[in-house]
């Protein structure tokens, strides 16, 4: 079943947000993506959502279709900024107060941040190959580690600045390595390096604050401990950095969760698995 999407106008700050909302019955669900990626994260999901629930996703601000204003702070608590933003115009939207929230790979700080602060709005998190503080079993993939390593970040940026066909290559081997299908990855990564260029001033800013964000969030292990709301941890099990024992690690500290791991997905499960995705998402 397929839905057309309509614009959603979401404003923050000075600066707009690329957001858009499917109808549908129940409570609306907000899909958040990572980097270095954006909403097309979800192309493959959205059909499988379409008419069950209405459906929210947006370009995090520096992202996709979203502004990308030069000198912005990019970090992941900004970005809590930005996911309030599309609660709020959802909501007003849809008159509705509780969302489903989902979060996937860098998304996973803003979200449950914003799931910390706002609990009783949540009606549930869905948590798709994420991170949210340093645990044991934790990896970077090569490239974030690459990008993310003080001392080693300026060299290597500085190299694909100069060599753009060594940076294209570096992008498909990583980004194509998160996706199953051949032809789905062919597809996918195209189009997603081809939007992640202009949005690399956000990729650098996120890269040199992902450090901070994981060991920052673990003075909030308590709070993460005492959430109410239903938690949903889907995983895809072929994900070797995002992997298993982080999954199981968060089922074991949320108090109401769920853990589903998926055998044959990896790190983009909602690309490798849609269906079974969306199926384990809004399943009562």
């Known amino acids: 079943m397929e839905l057309a999407e309509q614009a959603l106008a979401v404003s923050r700050g000075r600066h707009r947000l690329n957001a858009a909302i499917t109808p549908g019955p129940g409570v609306p669900v907000v899909l958040m993506h990572g980097f270095p990626d954006n909403t097309h994260l979800y192309d493959r999901l959205l059909p499988h959502l379409a008419g069950r ?8 601000l520096g992202w ?3 502004d990308k204003p030069t000198g912005y702070p990019y970090t992941a608590t900004n970005q809590v900024g930005d996911v309030a933003a599309v609660v709020e115009a959802a909501s007003a939207y849809l008159d509705t107060e509780q969302v489903i929230l989902v979060a996937h790979d860098a998304s996973g700080p803003p979200a449950i941040d914003w799931a910390l602060a706002h609990p009783g709005r949540v009606a549930r998190l869905v948590l798709l190959n994420t991170y949210y503080h340093w645990t044991p079993g934790l990896r970077r993939p090569p490239a974030i580690a690459l990008y993310s390593t003080p001392l080693v970040r300026a060299a290597a940026r500085a190299l694909v600045r ?3 066909d060594l940076d294209r ?10 996706i199953r299908d051949p032809a789905v990855r062919e597809r996918h990564v195209a189009q997603l390096y081809a939007d992640f260029l202009p949005a690399r001033p956000a990729f650098w800013r996120l890269n040199d604050d992902l450090l901070g964000t994981v060991f920052s969030r673990r003075r909030r292990i308590a709070e993460l401990r005492r959430f ?6 889907i995983f895809g099990a072929r994900d070797r950095y995002l992997n298993v024992r982080v999954a199981r690690r968060f089922a074991a500290l949320f108090p109401n969760s769920e853990l589903h791991l998926l055998a044959d997905g990896g790190h983009y ?4 698995e849609p269906a079974r995705v969306a199926k384990l998402m809004l399943a009562g």
């Open 64 to 66: 996709g279709a979203s």
């Open 269 to 272: 499960v909602q690309v490798d």
């Open 228 to 233: 109410a709301p239903p938690v949903r941890v």
């Open 169 to 178: 290559r570096l992008y498909e081997w990583q980004v194509g390595g998160f």
């Open 53 to 60: 629930a209405p459906v929210v996703r947006f370009d995090f």
């Open 162 to 164: 100069r060599r753009p």
